[in-house]
């Protein structure tokens, strides 16, 4: 599929950040075997896919996307690629969870039922953050003023992760985590249909920027 050889080409062009990704993983390790929830480790990866996830834009250069544009492609192409690239480091996330939380499981130590549905909350949340990001790149262009483009990148993640430790800290603080403990309550079904809408603003995103682009391009 030609819109996974647009990702990989995203890949490339931020390589060398790509190489950075180990030491995240090994501070996630770090923030969860000092004893805090799964929660912790998770959220701070969400944190590292926020700030991954738009690279590329600040990457591109002219010179770039008019090659981009003569390629054997289409405007879907290019979009959805740029799209699943940004999806690829909430998905590396999960994975990164997942493992955690087999290890605990090795370790005798259960993942409780309100961490679960937490990191479905969480997970919505990392792709809502992205999808609207992506939507305003490409709104403004590929190549608006660096002040706007870093703001954009930097802004959202910074706001997301503090927003979490703070709703984090004051559930754990006051006790309103307890009732997360009851999955009949339905927070679990409320989690996954939270991944779901947000997946659906996902593809509408796609469609919309891909409209946009292709208006762009044709101009």
């Not at 999960?94 to 909350?121: N, T």
């Not at 006790?175 to 409320?190: D, F, V």
Request: aromatic share 14%.
């Amino acid at each position: 599929m030609r819109a996974i050889q647009f990702m990989m080409i995203d890949y490339i062009k931020v390589k060398q950040q790509i190489y950075f990704m180990p030491l995240f993983i090994l501070i996630a390790f770090v923030l969860w075997g000092r004893g805090f929830s799964i929660l912790m480790p998770f959220s701070y990866m969400i944190f590292v896919a926020i700030i991954f996830a738009t690279s590329p834009f600040g990457a591109c250069k002219r010179g770039d996307a008019g090659f981009l544009v003569l390629l054997p492609s289409t405007t879907t192409h290019r979009v959805l690629g740029r799209f699943l690239y940004g999806m690829s480091f909430v998905g590396f996330a999960v994975v990164c969870c997942g493992i955690f939380a087999a290890v605990c499981q090795m370790m005798g130590k259960k993942m409780e039922i309100w961490e679960a549905i937490s990191c479905l909350f969480l997970l919505a949340f990392c792709m809502i953050i992205i999808t609207l990001e992506f939507l305003i790149l490409y709104l403004a262009g590929e190549h608006m003023a660096s002040q706007l483009l870093g703001i954009v990148r930097v802004a959202p993640p910074m706001a997301a992760f503090f927003a979490i430790m703070y709703v984090m800290d004051d559930m754990e603080v006051s006790g309103q985590i307890s009732m997360m403990h009851n999955p009949e309550g339905g927070l679990l079904r409320i989690g996954i249909l939270a991944v779901a809408a947000a997946f659906a603003v996902w593809v509408v995103s796609v469609v919309i920027c891909v409209k946009v682009t292709a208006k762009r391009d044709y101009v």
